[in-house]
């Protein structure tokens, strides 16, 4: 099993950015057998989106609503995975999760201000 830890949420005013991280650990095989690490986000009333996706090869896609805004990027040394949002809009306000296969963090609250 991996374990997944986020971090770098915030407030922050619309136009505003937000650099998320997400570091995994757990035993060596189940860290090297990771082939692609995703975010999403929940917002109350709606159900979890697929926000950016990033492969081992380094291969990434985004849902429409961020592209060009977010950024997701991986760090193989430190087994982190980052997401670097900019222009942030209020309809960006959710708790940003990350993911790898069945595994899930406890989560990122980012609240975006009008």
């Known amino acids: 099993q991996v374990q997944l830890v986020e971090s770098g949420g915030g407030v922050v005013q619309a136009g505003g950015s937000l650099s998320l991280s997400c570091v995994a650990s757990g035993s060596i095989i189940n860290i090297i057998s990771i082939k692609v690490m995703r975010w999403y986000r929940q917002t109350p009333g709606k159900q979890r989106e697929l926000v950016a996706s990033?492969?081992?090869?380094?291969?990434?896609d985004y849902a429409d609503s961020v592209k060009g805004r977010f950024t997701i990027s991986a760090d193989n040394a430190k087994n982190t995975v980052s997401l670097q949002t900019e222009s942030l809009k209020p309809e960006d306000t959710g708790v940003y999760y990350c993911n790898e296969n069945k595994n899930w963090g406890q989560g990122t609250q980012v609240t975006v201000s009008s």
């Open positions: 990033i492969t081992t090869r380094g291969d990434t």
